[in-house]
Nanobody, 115 residues
Framework: QVQLVESGGGLVQPGGSLRLSCAAS????????MGWYRQAPGKQRELVAR???????NYADSVKGRFTISRDNAKKTVYLQMNSLNPEDTAVYYC?????????WGQGTQVTVSS
């Protein structure tokens, strides 16, 4: 069983930045992939970024060059640094972990980009 706790969401103006954190209850070395997803009102949940066990990363085209996913193994935490935010980035952001053929989700954190 894996517990994931997201934090760092909030209200930010267009062009601003936020850093989301996802703290895991187990060592990251046991997790094959960790990712950030988001779901805007009336839309399907979509992949934003993910980081594999070997450290390679993938990003949605809409966030390439603006968002960066990283991890701190000692803190068992994955981060999502979000820069140049725009209103289209408004959504609930979820952290997901893949471990032993199972998927675990956090409770989500709201990100609102508005002036």
């Amino acid at each position: 069983q894996v517990q994931l706790v997201e934090s760092g969401g909030g209200l930010v103006q267009p062009g601003g930045s936020l850093r989301l954190s996802c703290a895991a209850s187990v060592t990251l070395f046991s997790i094959s992939t960790m990712g950030w997803y988001r779901q805007a009102p009336g839309k399907q949940r979509e992949l934003v970024a993910r980081i594999l066990g070997g450290g390679s990363t993938n990003y949605a085209d809409s966030v390439k060059g603006r968002f960066t996913i990283s991890r701190d193994n000692a803190k068992k935490t994955v981060y999502l640094q979000m820069n140049s935010l725009n209103p289209e980035d408004t959504a609930v952001y979820y952290c997901k972990a893949d471990l032993a053929s199972r998927q675990y989700w956090g409770q989500g954190t709201q990100v609102t980009v508005s002036s």
